[in-house]
């Protein structure tokens, strides 16, 4: 039996990050969210796109749901990837939900269309209430979090 071998690849970063002239971490980090913020117009405006996409599974019936989870999931974790970055966090952990949903059903066979459409009811009422973590969206959230623990599906 061989040994284990380990390997650590360069870091090309150290050597920019040591001149003399190079930025510091707390400079590129800042440098970092000043990019952020300017993309937030944009990435605000795409969360709102891929959100109406998503609305409108809400009045779908149980069958639709089910042919269409994977495209529903997709566009969930796709809002729930930036959304934060828009200041729109209530809205990307509803959108987790959603995926998470969907991934109890294609992993463990939980399918649970009520509770579905319910995490599609309160992403409509999040939006509404702005999207950001209000203390009427955590409620919504940890009450969320709660009936996926109830129903068996892992976050």
Known sequence: MSSAR?????????????TIDAPTA??????AECR?????????????AKLQEILVFATQSEEV????????????MNVAEVAGAAEMEAIGEVARG??????????SG???????????????????NG??????????????RGMREAVGVAD
Request: glycine share 4%; aromatic share 4%; net charge negative.
């Open 110 to 128: 939980v399918w649970h269309s009520d509770a579905l459409k319910l995490h599609l009811d309160a992403l409509a009422l999040v939006n509404q």
């Open 36 to 48: 952020v913020a300017q993309l937030s117009e944009a990435i605000h405006g795409y969360v709102e």
């Open 26 to 31: 707390a400079e590129l980090v800042n440098d």
């Open 6 to 18: 380990i390997f650590t690849p360069e870091n090309r970063l150290a050597k920019i990050l040591e």
């Open 65 to 76: 749901l089910f042919a269409e989870c994977q495209t529903l999931a997709d566009a969930a």
């Open 98 to 107: 959603i995926s998470a949903m969907v991934e109890g059903l294609t992993t």
């Open 131 to 144: 999207g950001g973590l209000t203390d009427e969206n955590k409620t919504i959230l940890a009450r969320l």
